[in-house]
C-alpha cells in the first residue's frame, strides 16, 4: 500500500449539489425551490411554531394557569439540619450568616424553618419565617426563635 494508492471507501464521499449553476446541472430555474410562494422568495424565514396556515398549537390550546407577582419563595431548612450543624460546628446561635458559611443558603435567599426531625441542642435560631412546629420545638428545647 502506498500513499497515492489510497482511495474513501465506496460511498463515504459525494458532491455538493451545485444549485442555480444553469439548465445543465439539473438544479438551475427555479433552483430546487419549486415555483412561486413564500419558500420560493429569498429572505424566507419558517416562524416559530407556523403550521402552513393552520391554527398553531400554542393558539388551539386554551390558557390556564397564572402567577402571583405578590409570592413569597422562602429556601426550607429543617430542624434536623440545624441539630447536625449545630453537632458539626458547635453552634449556639444559628442565622443567615451560619446557614450561608455552610452552603445551605444564598445571599438572596429568605430562610424558612420547618418542622421535620428533631432538635435536641439549645439554640437561638433567627430566620424570615417558621412553622408552628418549628417554633414550638426550639422553644420545647430551650430555645428562641426570632423572626427577622
Known sequence: MKLHTLKPAAG???HDRR????PGSGMGGTSTRG?????ARSGYHKKIGFEG???PLQRRLPKFGFKNINRVEYKAINLDVLQALADARGYEAIGREQLI???LISKKHL?????????????????????KSAEAAIVAAGGTATKI
Open 35 to 39: 415555483h412561486k410562494g413564500a419558500k
Open 53 to 55: 396556515g393552520q391554527m
Open 19 to 22: 444549485i442555480g449553476r444553469g
Open 111 to 131: 430562610v424558612k424553618i420547618l418542622g421535620n426531625g428533631e432538635l435536641k441542642a439549645k439554640l437561638d435560631v433567627t430566620a424570615n419565617a417558621f412553622s
Open 12 to 14: 463515504s464521499t459525494h
Open 101 to 103: 458559611d455552610a452552603g
